[in-house]
C-alpha cells in the first residue's frame, strides 16, 4: 500500500493533477475537470486498466500484486498523464 499510495504522490507536481489521496491499495487521483475519462482510455492504451470516476482516476490493483507490478502500474500511469 504505502508503495503504491508514495508513488502516486509523486505525481503531485503535475499539471494535470490536483489531489492524491488513498488507503493501503486503494486510490485516487484526482485530475483537472474534464480529463478524468480520456486519461482512463490514454492509460488503457498503455495496458493499464483503471476507472474514471469523473475527474477522479481508481485505483484498486488486486492484493497480490507485487513491489515490481506497482512500478510498472506507476510508470504506465505516468506516460498516460504525460501522454494526455
Do not use: M, W, Y
Not at 485516487?28 to 474534464?34: A, F, Q
Not at 469523473?54 to 507485487?66: E, H, K, R, V, W
Amino acid at each position: 500500500g504505502p508503495l503504491l499510495l508514495n508513488g502516486l504522490k509523486q505525481l503531485q507536481g503535475h499539471p494535470l493533477v490536483k489531489e492524491v489521496r488513498g488507503i493501503g491499495l486503494l486510490a485516487g487521483v484526482e485530475l483537472l475537470p474534464n480529463h478524468g475519462p480520456e486519461c482512463a482510455r490514454i492509460a488503457e492504451s498503455e495496458g493499464l486498466i483503471v476507472r474514471a470516476i469523473g475527474d477522479i482516476i481508481a485505483f484498486c490493483p488486486p492484493l497480490i500484486i507485487s513491489e515490481a507490478e506497482i512500478q510498472e502500474l506507476l510508470a504506465r500511469f505516468t506516460k498516460a498523464l504525460n501522454r494526455l
